[in-house]
Nanobody, 114 residues
Framework: QVQLVESGGGLVQAGGSLRLSCAAS????????MGWYRQAPGEQQRESVA???????NYRDSVKGRFTISRDIAKNTVYLQMNSLKPEDTGVYYC????????WGQGTQVTVSS
């Protein structure tokens, strides 16, 4: 069993920054894929924002150059540094880890005002 706890969301003006954290506990290995998804207001689907798997990192095009995902293996924590935030970045951000199956955190709200 894996538990994920996100933190760091909030309200910020456009152009501002936030740093999300996701602490994982349970059966976790450094080889597990971790990442961040978000669900925009009114949308049913969650979209991938940034995924890290070993040394491979993938970002959705709209956040490239603005967001940075990183991982502290010793702390079992993954971070998402979000700079130059835009109103369209608003949504609930979810942390996920995959170790045979996918686990999700409870989500943290990010609101970017114009």
């Amino acid at each position: 069993q894996v538990q994920l706890v996100e933190s760091g969301g909030g309200l910020v003006q456009a152009g501002g920054s936030l740093r999300l954290s996701c602490a994982a506990s349970g059966s976790i290995f450094s080889s597990n894929t971790m990442g961040w998804y978000r669900q925009a207001p009114g949308e049913q689907q969650r979209e991938s924002v940034a995924i890290i798997s070993g040394s491979i990192i993938n970002y959705r095009d709209s956040v490239k150059g603005r967001f940075t995902i990183s991982r502290d293996i010793a702390k079992n924590t993954v971070y998402l540094q979000m700079n130059s935030l835009k109103p369209e970045d608003t949504g609930v951000y979810y942390c996920t880890i995959t170790n045979g199956r996918s686990y999700w955190g409870q989500g943290t709200q990010v609101t970017v005002s114009s």
